[in-house]
């Protein structure tokens, strides 16, 4: 079975009707079968009418089976199965066509449409084509997407800000927390660098009859950060550190450091540690 991907088809095919005195069995009959997808149907007869249209697989020569999925980016993927029957048996192949979302309706049944033509074109000529049926094609259709990249002021950094807080009291308890984080990332093909740091205060007071109430206060903070080198496709170097105090952990300063060297070919991969 082939298989082939028409997510950018921008040619126009124009078919010419078999002329009306040649008689009906010359033309292939078609079963089109739109199992779990919208297919157009109504449209699809109307718009390819070199063949002849079956309900029954019985009487088809191909049975094309249509069936659509939703893409990640939310447009829609036909996929067209086309499975030869009788004289035509094991001539099989599927199309696969993708539109977009922002595609207005006909231009997502046009391209089902030129996708069907172009599937069944090889039935048709595998029986020998019929006189009248012509194919122009025009190239001034031909879709070209352009795709440009404004200057970008960030020079590849995104930065990221968060920050929570939270109060809850009850008779003998009162509990205050407070966070605050942010992180700067640099990806390119040659570097990634990573940065992020975080501050959380926690402050709790329990009444214990007495005087004053008990005081419990947490503090902690951490920097860290990611530094990687790209040494070509499969090599790449880099080290990683931070800095980090806990009140909670009794701990007034400490560091966190390490340097990698890394390989990686397919799914092989070989790392060094120091």
Known sequence: MTTASLAAIGLLLVFQQVPAGQPS???????????????????????????EYMRDQKDAD??????????????????????????????????????????SEDRRRRRLA???????????????LPEGLGVAVDPGETETRAVTLGADPWHHWIVSVRGNAQYDAEQSTRELNLGLSASADHITPEWKITIGGRLDHDREEFDLDESEPFLSVRRERELAWLVVRGLGEHWSIGGRGGVTSSTFNNVAFGTINSTRTEMRRLQFGLKFVF
């Open 25 to 51: 069995g010359a033309r292939l009959r078609v079963l089109v079968d739109c199992r779990n997808t919208f297919c157009y149907e109504d449209f699809l007869r109307d718009e390819i009418t070199f063949v």
């Open 62 to 103: 191909v049975h094309v089976l249509v069936t659509g999925a939703t893409t990640g980016a939310g447009g829609r993927e036909y996929t067209l199965s086309f499975i030869g029957l009788g004289p035509l048996a094991g001539r099989d192949q599927t199309l696969v066509v993708t539109t977009e979302r922002t595609d």
């Open 114 to 128: 030129t996708t069907l033509t172009i599937g069944l074109l090889g039935y048709v000529a595998a029986r020998g």
